[in-house]
Structures are given as structure tokens and as C-alpha cells.
């Protein structure tokens, strides 16, 4: 079966550094999301993207966070000046449609600010 | 607009026991219902999902979901709990158009 891969799986930075994380979606699929997970609890919506431009985001996607598909296969979530508590597993899905289509998940960027 | 409520964080069954994952919705209009599992250290892979027809929905590793309208829930359940079925478990809806909202979690543990 096809796969969102995800790349580093563990980056660790210092606070006020640029991070950025990078996924590959499936090739065929037009949505992408980024979420990310705190201590392995609740699974948070960051952003979606359709079409070449954030379709919906949510409050924790803030000035620092912004999202890129720079060609026709990467899709990248970068946040500016990391701070402690953005320290979460950030995963990537992607749908070939919206609505009630499923979602498919890569295996998650652990990201650890120090 | 959807949302969903997982009213368990924890939930513990002996293997070989039934097992039940509570979850409860919150729509306006006809509702889009998942269920999401996630074992240590991996992405959150799909489960089962409930769009129309029938209140009984069967997904993946023998799980099932039931629909009901009037207790607007849509509970995760297994006959026969196994050791391995032990993960993270998530309710989900569209919370739009484009995207996906999940519930809290719930953690299963099975016990030999």
C-alpha cells in the first residue's frame, strides 16, 4: 500500500531556531494536513492545504508556522523561532479527496526543543 | 460543523473479552464518522468509517462500529479482545470540508 513518509523522524533544536519537517504524500492525493501530538495524547489539527493554499487552520498555527509543497512531491511545515512547547510528534497525512474520504498518516517527526 | 467526544481515557479488558471505545458526536446535518488507531511510535492508521446505510460498520483487525442516531454515539467494539488490539484509539469528523478532528483518545489495554 502507498505511504506518507516523513523525514527527519527525530529532530532536536534549540529554542529560537527555524525547523523545518518535511513530508512526501502520496502522489496521487490533493489534500495535506500537518497535526501534531503532545506526549502522545490528543491528535491537534494544525493546517490543511488544497490546491496550492491553506484551506483551514487552526489557533496553534500562529505567525511562526507556515507550510510550503515546493514541488510536486514535497510538503514541508516550517516554524520559525522554535519555542519549548512546540516540542510534540508532528505528523503529515494526505486524501486524494476531501469530505468523508480517510486520512493517511505518515509515521510522525518527533521534535524536541531544548 | 462535527465534533466528537471520547468519555474515556483508559480503557482495560482481559483478552478474549468483548471490548467497547466510547464515543459520542455532535453534528448539524447528516453525520461523517472514523475510527483511527494508533500503535507506539506509528502514524495514526484508519480503522472503519460511518457515512450512511447501515448502523453496523465493519473495519479493519475484526473491529466494528455502531451508529446511534438517537444517543448520538458511534462506540468502537470487538467480540473477542485480542493482546495485540492494545494501542490508541481515536474517534474522528470532519470538522469542514477539508478537514479532520479527533477526539481525545482512548488508551486500550489488554491484559493475557
Known amino acids: 500500500e502507498p505511504e506518507v513518509t516523513q523525514t527527519p523522524s527525530h529532530q532536536v533544536t534549540q529554542m529560537g531556531q527555524e525547523v523545518i519537517l518535511r513530508c512526501v504524500p502520496i502522489?496521487?492525493?490533493?489534500?495535506f494536513y500537518w497535526y501534531r501530538q503532545i506526549l502522545g495524547q490528543k491528535v491537534e489539527f494544525l493546517v490543511s492545504?488544497?490546491?496550492?493554499?491553506?484551506?483551514?487552520k487552526s489557533e496553534i498555527f500562529d505567525d511562526q508556522f507556515s507550510v510550503e509543497r515546493p514541488d510536486g512531491s514535497n510538503f514541508t511545515l516550517k516554524i520559525r523561532s522554535t519555542k519549548l512547547e512546540d516540542s510534540a510528534m508532528y505528523f503529515c497525512?494526505?486524501?486524494?479527496?476531501?469530505?468523508?474520504?480517510?486520512?493517511?498518516f505518515g509515521s510522525g517527526t518527533q521534535l524536541s526543543v531544548l | 460543523a462535527q465534533s466528537v467526544a471520547q468519555p474515556e481515557d483508559q480503557v482495560n479488558v482481559a483478552e478474549g473479552n468483548p471490548l467497547t471505545v466510547k464515543c459520542t458526536y455532535s453534528?448539524?446535518?447528516?453525520?461523517?464518522l472514523f475510527w483511527y488507531v494508533q500503535y507506539p511510535n506509528r502514524g495514526l492508521q484508519f480503522l472503519l468509517k460511518?457515512?450512511?446505510?447501515?448502523?453496523l460498520v465493519k473495519g479493519s483487525y475484526g473491529f466494528e462500529a455502531e451508529f446511534n442516531k438517537s444517543q448520538t454515539s458511534f462506540h468502537l467494539k470487538k467480540p473477542s479482545a485480542l493482546v495485540s488490539d492494545s494501542a490508541l484509539y481515536f474517534c474522528?469528523?470532519?470538522?469542514?470540508?477539508?478537514?479532520?478532528?479527533f477526539g481525545a483518545g482512548t488508551r486500550l489495554t489488554v491484559k493475557p
Open positions: 497525512a494526505s486524501r486524494n479527496r476531501g469530505g468523508n474520504e480517510k486520512l493517511f
Open positions: 502522489s496521487n492525493h490533493l489534500y
Open positions: 492545504f488544497y490546491n496550492n493554499e491553506i484551506s483551514e
Open positions: 453534528v448539524s446535518g447528516n453525520p461523517y
Open positions: 460511518y457515512i450512511t446505510g447501515d448502523n
Open positions: 474522528a469528523a470532519p470538522y469542514n470540508n477539508n478537514d479532520m478532528r
